[in-house]
């Protein structure tokens, strides 16, 4: 494991919640296409960096002014990815710095292999390749696979975020796939399954609805190898939607209730990430020996999340 430089400050999320005024209430993702064309406002510290419009979203690159961090901004520096009306963050970086980690939640999942059997690792919801840069760096004999539904994320991601120069970096363990996460293909894309799989999935501001149904959680399930486990971001009140009715709490609760549903409660444990709700599934690590053997396979930057995990009480 490489020791690294942490970005600037610990950064929570209700900063990075950049809520930009909206002008729809969308409710369907291919609907995105018909969203007003009049850009939505940014705060004055981001300078624009790419405005484009796809069947599924409208994503916006932006850089966050490094002369902010004068004023205290913790994101000064940071170049993001804004996907739907609100302007909620889907990936950051910190391009400067080299630092592949970005004090989210998003480096939540980087603690995941540790505990997983020796198969490759499923992102469902790449994004600009934030969770998968990570996991890349800290295991290097792990392989990611990575589904975006988008083809336009992974294009701005590669001409932006160095996602091209990080599959070339790691050719054969990098594999990204433009498609649906949940149908088939990703289900059976490795044999025997996937030792892990971490779930980000959001359409129009808000976890996507099929995530609040226990059938969806049993079909993730199967993708997974014996012993393996699945980590998921299930939002919360840092999430704001576009469609009216979908409270970022309720989601939140919603999805954790399906989780429970399908796994079983004594198998879900979850963390409070700044206002971002992260959930585990598989046996919980309480025993000191299992968290002290998890922490030291970690970076020393990862280990104190190993502690802030609690058992789901939905």
Known sequence: MAMITLPPTWLPLSILRL?????STTTTIRAA???????????DELHLVADIRS?????RVADVSRSAAGAGHPLAGARLLLLDAPGNIHSLSFPRCGCPLTSTYLDVFATLPPLLPASPLAVLGFGAGSAARAILHFFPDLSVHGWEIDPAVISVSRDFFGLAELEEEHAARL??????????????????????VLVDLFADGSVLPELQEADTWRRVGRMVAAGGRVMVNCGGPCVEAEEEGRDGEAVKDATLRAL????????????????SWVAMTGPAVSAPEEVAAWKAKLPPELRRYVDMWRPCLL
């Open 19 to 23: 809520r930009l005024r909206s002008t």
């Open 175 to 196: 594999f990204i796939h433009v498609g649906d996460a949940l149908e088939a293909e990703a289900a059976e894309a490795v044999p025997g399954g996937f030792g892990g």
């Open 260 to 275: 429970t549903a399908a796994f079983g409660h004594e198998m879900v444990s979850v963390m409070d990430v700044d206002e």
């Open 33 to 43: 296409a018909a969203r007003s064309s009049v850009p939505h406002p940014l705060p």
């Open 55 to 59: 069947p599924y979203n409208h994503i």
